[in-house]
């Protein structure tokens, strides 16, 4: 049989298995209507919402006064709720200490921030229009500005970020507009030209809507330990091009800028809650929900959403409980609101027993996007370094509300349409199953970490970024779903034992059905021995995913027998592949990690490898790589999750190829040589 007629059999089995499902009543995945039924009732995306409101008043920055304001209200909260060993743990914060790979950023704060256009008046320039104003939009003022006041002339500087953009501009002294993020013009701009401040219309977080609303003002940033302080302002597209326009007719723009801002030792500050669980003998094992609390004013979708659905799942959970409807899990559920990844990372080697009694992790980063938003809601994996039932669990969630909410949005009757009296009734089409990077689970997925993550999210956002991100556009439908497959996943997964092994483990099989298909129909473009590499790797990651029960449950030999031979005859049927080969002098080298660095390479905030590697030597090919299904970002992360003093330089390649598309091995090995260059791996 070819590989498009396997392709099409094994579609035409997981249709077949879809349609059977649909056609009866609602199914509730894993056996847990009884818990379906009480969470459909009990979780309110309105209280979510409602919360969402006051958190989204708040410019939650890194250790400021609204960061803090919005950790007392979560406080006042779980204390409502009856959580339990309710914990503020605070970490130093001077722009010193390391915790992992992260170098502590201090505490930042505005107390005052005014942009004005200038024009003459009585023979004296007068301030005439308020272009940018702190109190109203806090947006506007580039994170980690610094105190600083300049009166001058605006200068257009395009990019900025190259020499050309200066040939013929005299900009010492003057504010100059730029299109890029105000950090990547400092070097030329304000170190080497000596302009006076910056004026940024930064067009980040590129979707397809990104430049449809030109009123949209965005988040700009400058970097935390840069060697040259200085302010920056953010403005709209539409005030930006009012500025060229008027520049390109030869007209003198003078604007006034002044900027009141300051960093200083400070702290991470996070909170943390329980459920305890029941069982002595795994209480301390704990299933942890994230989410990140810090973000500029009003940060609603992100990341206000997400703080308040975990919230909203720690109040019903726990109101369940007292109610006596269902029973103490047996393993603890912790809850868990910092500052993005660089709070995480900080905690994970602050606190280390957290690292060690985590099991799982549930993250939840933009969950409440109404249709204005143009969201689309993800269930995502961990990577694919890191395989574990926990992605079957959190995708069959996903899957059960995708049905039920188009059946019901389809007019049709259902028991558990999952929607809110003041939400959206549209169906949720989630996307299922599928890795992506860019938040806190990130850390805890990890290779020093090794925990795997249910990711929960909402990608595209045009309105991610910006002073529009607020509580009108959060539908509490979303958020009552986003919550229920939250509070769903965890209470499982505390509670997991053998009984739930019949159900569980069927499900594995029918899923590896849907990736097996998938897989195949991707292999069809690729060469015929990176093929052959996807399909090897693919058998392996799915026999580790099923092992990964292992450390839960007790796996009787019957069982795993069932399961092998379950693989093995589809392997038999699709080919069982065969590892790539690539001739290298270090093909077979072998790394392990050092055990004092824990973290990824890059954070919030802070690199830490461009911050030790030399920045005379050529610069890694890997970290500009741009394959079939990632960029040099995923293949740089999942290179060093890989490192375990097992996998050789070829065996890292093979499984990056497999992951996110064929990789030359010599970028590999010359990514792990420059990791070895900076102490983060060593040969053993």
């Not at 099991?359 to 143009?374: A, C, L, Q, R, S």
């Not at 290779?447 to 959060?474: C, E, M, Q, V």
């Not at 960029?631 to 190829?657: F, P, T, W």
Request: net charge negative.
């Amino acid at each position: 049989m070819n590989t498009k007629s396997i392709v099409l059999h094994l579609s035409f089995t997981v249709i077949s298995l879809w349609l059977c499902q649909s056609v009866l009543a609602q199914k509730v995945p894993l056996d847990q209507e009884p818990l379906v039924h009480l969470l459909n009732q009990e979780l309110s995306g309105e209280s979510a919402k409602r919360n969402v409101e006051y958190i989204a008043r708040l410019h939650r920055m890194r250790g400021s006064e609204d960061y803090n304001k919005a950790v007392a209200f979560i406080t006042g909260k779980l204390k409502e709720y009856q959580l339990e060993d309710i914990e503020l743990i605070r970490i130093p914060a001077d722009g010193k200490a390391m915790y992992g790979t992260q170098k502590s950023r201090p505490a930042w704060n505005v107390d005052f921030a005014e942009l004005w256009e200038m024009k003459q008046q009585d023979g004296k320039w007068t301030p005439t229009i308020k272009i940018a104003d702190w109190e109203s939009i806090p947006m506007v003022v580039a994170q980690d500005s610094h105190s600083g006041e300049a009166e001058a002339e605006l200068i257009d500087i395009g990019a900025g970020n190259k020499p050309e953009d200066y040939e013929g501009k005299a900009v010492r002294g003057k504010l100059v507009l730029t299109s890029l993020q105000p950090s990547a013009v400092v070097p030329l701009a304000i170190k080497k030209h000596g302009a006076a401040g910056i004026i940024s219309y930064a067009q980040n977080q590129v979707t397809a809507w990104w430049k449809e609303n030109e009123n949209l003002v965005r988040w700009g940033h400058l970097e935390t330990f840069s060697d040259t302080p200085t302010f920056a302002f953010m403005v709209s597209l539409k005030q930006a091009r009012n500025f060229q326009e008027r520049l390109a007719m030869g007209e003198s723009i003078r604007l006034h800028a002044k900027v009141e801002a300051r960093q200083e030792a400070g702290s991470y500050d996070i909170l943390s809650a329980r459920i305890e669980g029941s069982d002595p003998d795994v209480k301390h094992e704990e299933i942890v929900f994230t989410c990140h609390l810090d973000h500029p004013r009003p940060g609603a979708n992100d990341n206000a959403s997400g703080c308040m659905a975990i919230l909203e799942v720690a109040r019903t959970l726990k109101k369940l409980i007292l109610e006596n409807k269902i029973e103490r899990p047996r393993r603890s559920i912790r809850f868990i609101w910092s500052p993005e990844i660089e709070g995480t990372t900080a905690l994970l080697n602050f606190q280390p027993e957290i690292a060690e009694n985590t099991k799982f992790n549930i993250h939840m980063d933009m969950v409440g996007g109404g249709p204005e938003t143009k969201a689309t809601f993800h269930v995502s994996r961990s990577p694919s370094s890191l395989p574990s039932f926990v992605n079957d669990v959190g995708e069959a969630l996903g899957a059960f509300l995708n049905q039920s909410s188009d059946a019901y949005s389809s007019g049709q009757s259902v028991p558990y349409p999952i929607v809110s009296k003041e939400g959206g009734k549209e169906a949720l089409h989630a996307v299922l199953g599928q890795f992506h990077m860019g938040s806190d689970f990130q850390v805890f997925s990890e290779g020093a970490f090794r925990i795997p993550s249910i990711y929960l999210h909402d990608w595209p956002d045009r309105y991610i970024h910006t002073n529009y991100d607020h509580a009108g556009n959060i539908d509490p439908t979303k958020m009552k779903r986003s919550s229920f497959i939250g509070a769903a996943a965890a209470y499982y997964l505390a509670d997991l034992s053998e009984r739930d092994l019949p159900v569980l483990t069927e499900l594995m099989k029918r899923n590896v059905l849907s990736r097996a298909a998938r897989m195949l129909e991707y292999g069809e473009s690729l060469a015929a021995d990176d093929r052959e590499n996807l399909k090897y790797y693919f058998w392996q990651k799915e026999m580790e995913a099923f092992n990964s029960l292992l450390p839960f449950v007790n796996l009787s030999i019957d069982i795993q027998k069932a399961y092998n031979r379950y693989l093995n005859e589809l392997k038999n049927t699709i080919g069982a592949g065969k590892k790539a080969v690539a001739a290298h002098v270090d093909a077979g080298q072998i790394y392990v990690r050092n055990e004092a660095i824990k973290g990824p390479m890059s954070v919030f905030g802070y690199n830490y490898f461009n911050d030790h590697y030399d920045s005379a030597k050529k610069r890694p090919s890997l970290l500009s790589f741009s394959g079939l299904r990632g960029g040099g970002g995923q293949y740089s992360y999942e290179a060093l999750n890989l490192v375990n003093g097992k996998n050789d330089v070829l065996e890292i390649r093979n499984q990056l190829s497999a992951e996110f598309g064929p990789i030359p091995i010599e970028y590999v090995a010359e990514y792990l040589r420059a990791l070895e260059s900076i102490e983060v791996i060593k040969q053993p």
